[in-house]
């Protein structure tokens, strides 16, 4: 099927992954810094999670900007200018502005003919928001289009719960996909599950209020309270149901687990990324890790892995990705990408 055919509206173009970049605040903080705020150590935190250090945003440093930046990098890293898109879906939590965040990336970037929006669904946004964004390109509505994952958790953390703060980090990162022959299609397959009933593990719950108003009437003020999980229930979610669900994909798509280059996973805590492995029968080794320093960037930590591998020569042009998002909803999905972008080329 030609280009010219999708453009007529006949359906299932394939998706081709064409470039991915990634910005990180310029601020570290480490283990031993947060002990200094709450009763933990780098000991606990190194043995229970894997993660070291996290980048959080300071003072002057929007999560917009930072957005928009990895934006820029995806799609100079594809060889695009930016008003050959035609969509900007951001995948965040945290936005600037809940009216959507996605417009001022679009702005930051310069794709003035692109539409934007957000999609929030937590720590699998960036995995439900690739997929949907493919909807448009396998449908022939759109050519291009700039997936990006952003998270700023660090706003809406207690510092003072050593049980949560110490997770999460902030940072963007972002895929550039576009339309292509059906034969040349890099989705190969995907699965999204969301479970309401147990939503209450992990929350980032709106705050109740209640104020008089007029005579006879009341308001709900807005605002949120800080995070709230249960981590081994989480924890369980994730060991248990992430496997199943890419078990499920990788029989779906025929495909061998010995066949997988790489798994690509949420980075939320090192021994999840190693029993998921080991679930599936894929060597640890494969499973790229990159929480040591950046810890859970919830959208962003997927994207972020992709790029930090396909830059150093990890991930390279034909390889086969098995990507897995787990979190808030609950909501988990995973897809097989054949990734067909360019290596390490200066963005
Ligand atoms: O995107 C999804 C986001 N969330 C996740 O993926 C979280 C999944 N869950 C986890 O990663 C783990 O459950 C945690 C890392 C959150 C916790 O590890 P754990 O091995 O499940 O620890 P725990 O909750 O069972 O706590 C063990 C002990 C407790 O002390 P007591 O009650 O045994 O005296 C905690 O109070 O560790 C204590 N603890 C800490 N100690 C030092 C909890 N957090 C800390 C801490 N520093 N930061």
Not at 124 to 143: C, K, N, P
Not at 229 to 244: I, L, S, T
Not at 251 to 263: I, K, M
Not at 320 to 347: E, T
Request: overall charge negative; some cysteine.
């Amino acid at each position: 099927m030609s280009l010219g055919a999708i453009k007529s509206g006949l359906p299932l173009a394939g998706v081709a992954l064409r470039g991915c970049g990634s910005a990180l605040p310029s601020q570290s903080l480490s283990n031993d810094q947060l002990s200094g705020r709450v009763d933990t150590s780098d000991e606990w935190i190194r043995s229970r999670t894997g993660i070291r250090r996290r980048r959080v945003l300071g003072a002057g440093e929007p999560l917009q900007g930072l957005a928009a930046a990895a934006g820029r990098a995806a799609i100079a890293h594809a060889g695009w200018s930016a008003d050959s898109l035609d969509l900007v879906l951001v995948a965040t939590s945290s936005p600037d502005d809940l009216f959507g965040m996605a417009p001022a990336v679009q702005a930051g970037i310069g794709a003035d003919r692109a539409v934007a929006f957000d999609l929030t669904a937590a720590c699998s946004g960036f995995l439900f928001a690739l997929v949907t964004a493919a909807q448009y390109l396998r449908s022939g509505a759109m050519r291009r289009a700039l997936v990006v994952g952003a998270d700023q958790l660090s706003s809406w953390v207690d510092w003072d719960d050593r049980r949560t703060c110490v997770l999460f980090g902030d940072g963007a990162a972002a895929i550039a996909i576009e339309a292509c022959e059906p034969e040349q299609d890099g989705l190969c397959g995907f699965r999204m599950r969301s479970d309401g009933r147990r939503g209450a593990v992990l929350q980032l719950p709106r705050q109740s209020g209640d104020e008089p108003l007029v005579a006879g009437a009341r308001w709900q003020p807005g605002g949120f309270s800080p995070i709230h999980m249960n981590g081994q229930e989480v924890y369980k979610f994730a060991v248990r149901d992430v496997p199943a669900l890419l078990r499920e994909l990788l029989e779906e798509t025929g495909t061998d687990a010995a066949s997988v280059d790489w798994l690509v996973l949420h980075q939320a805590n090192q021994r999840i990324l190693d029993a998921v492995a080991e679930r599936l029968g894929i060597p640890t080794d494969r499973a790229l890790s990159n929480l040591a320093e950046y810890g859970n960037t919830s959208a962003a930590t997927i994207p972020l892995m992709l790029d930090e591998a396909v830059r150093d020569g990890r991930i390279r042009s034909g390889h086969l990705i098995a990507s897995a998002g787990f979190g808030a909803g609950l909501s988990w999905g995973a897809a097989l990408m054949r990734w067909q972008g360019p290596g390490n080329v200066p963005a």
